[in-house]
């Protein structure tokens, strides 16, 4: 059973910058496809970006520019590097795994497929104020 353990979510101003890390041991990455998430209470889970195994990246145009998804594959750890943050980035995050390249895709809420992901985090809490 693969278990993944985000960490990295805090409050903070606008403007500023948050790393999400996204522990994943025992999965490989290099078969497949793992992705960030985000939700706010009353509103659908979106994507956010994903990543395949040839680190191919797909995002969500809101954080085209300010967010990047790097990857440390000998720590089996995936990171969601948040720049410039926005009030409307506040939500919860979550990272998830997928077996199937396929799940990279785009689906109806953004970036990921996500009936395709098997393994999902807990979530961590972003907030950001203006």
């Known amino acids: 059973q693969v278990q993944l353990v985000e960490s990295g979510g805090g409050s903070l101003q606008s403007g500023g910058s948050l790393r999400l890390s996204c522990a994943a041991p025992?999965?490989?990455?290099?078969?497949?496809?793992m992705g960030w998430f985000r939700q706010v209470p009353g509103k659908e889970r979106e994507g956010v970006a994903t990543i395949d195994y040839d680190g191919s990246v797909n995002q969500a145009d809101t954080v085209k520019g300010r967010f990047t998804i790097p990857q440390d594959n000998a720590k089996n750890t995936l990171y969601l590097q948040m720049n410039s943050l926005k009030p409307e980035d506040t939500a919860l995050y979550y990272c998830?795994?997928?077996?199937?390249?396929?799940?990279?895709?785009?689906?109806?809420?953004?970036?990921?497929?996500?009936?395709?992901?098997?393994?999902w985090g807990q979530g961590t809490q972003v907030t950001v104020s203006s």
């Open positions: 998830a795994a997928a077996w199937r390249v396929a799940a990279c895709m785009t689906g109806s809420q953004g970036p990921g497929t996500q009936d395709l992901f098997a393994h």
């Open positions: 025992g999965y490989t990455y290099s078969r497949a496809c």
